[in-house]
């Protein structure tokens, strides 16, 4: 069926039209998700699902200037950007959190150079507790100063499974630290 005939079926509320759309495109858009969220990502088909809602709600819209996979496509691209924003922001926020434990573990009493040196003690004696994937993310991002890109190319993994696994390690971590160093 061609796009401008399957489109206004849809439009008119034809459920097979839908189920064809949703078919012919479902696969390529979560392909595309796996491409930028990284393989066996948990999100991608939640993203592909989100694809499709908005999709259908701006249909009315869709003035074919480009094909409805390239269409698609940008919109999984946008909503893939979007989960990527909200991990920045959720890996930000765990950071900002483990600095201000470290910093409340009595390091006010030491001058900068002394608080930096202790800070790096207890959060090496945790990451010797921790596991192994963990330990080479953490140490790569935030030891040695590494952009997620490079954490990504080092540890061989995509950038998002870089963003949600070092918030996930960030966690355990600030949780290690308050078990263990309540001072």
Known sequence: MEERELVQKILQGDE???????VTHREKLYRTCVYLLGYQDPEAEDVVQEVFITA????????????????LTQ?????CHNR?????????????????????????RQDAKDQEKEKRRIIERCLERIGKECREIIEQRELQEKSYIEV???LKI??????????RCKKALRIL???NFEL
């Open 16 to 22: 097979k039209a839908k189920t064809e759309f949703f």
């Open 56 to 71: 259908f709600e701006k249909l009315p819209e869709f003035q074919f200037r480009s094909s409805l996979l390239t269409w």
């Open 75 to 79: 919109i999984c691209i946008f909503k």
């Open 84 to 108: 990527f924003r909200q991990r920045a922001k959720l890996v930000n926020q765990e950071h900002a959190e483990l600095d201000v434990l470290l910093q409340s573990k009595a390091l006010e």
């Open 152 to 154: 990504g190319k080092a």
């Open 158 to 167: 995509p950038l998002g499974t870089v963003m949600s696994r070092l918030s």
């Open 177 to 179: 630290i308050k078990e």
